[in-house]
């Protein structure tokens, strides 16, 4: 399953209200570690559907929530768990990093 796109609009059905934890990707069309980090959240969206949704969030078209969870640096992921910020990632990682950072949540 592909990442999927969601904004200020659908945040809260999308992610609050998800029933597995969920990656947002907080991220802009001129960054380029977000651009290195697409592939990464791709092929990590494939792997782990099963047990985490994956949702990208563009910061330059959703200004709500990119200042509700205060993201200065991008890439950022934030990972929710029952529609609460539990976690947050800042920069590129390689996807071994990435599944370790979030073996928590995976496998939970």
Excluded at 11 to 37: H, I, Q, T
């Amino acid at each position: 399953m592909k990442p999927i796109s969601v904004t200020d609009a659908t945040f809260e059905n999308e992610v609050y209200n998800s029933d597995k934890p969920v990656l947002v990707d907080f991220w802009a069309k001129w960054c380029g570690p977000c651009r290195m980090m697409a592939p990464v959240l791709e092929e990590f969206s494939e792997e782990y559907s099963d047990h985490i949704k994956v949702a990208k969030l563009d910061i330059d078209e959703n200004p709500l929530i990119t200042t509700q969870y205060r993201v200065m640096s991008i890439p950022t992921l934030g990972i929710f768990v029952n529609g609460k910020l539990v976690d947050k990632l800042v920069g590129f990682m390689p996807k071994e990093e990435l599944a370790n950072r979030l073996s928590k949540y995976i496998n939970a």
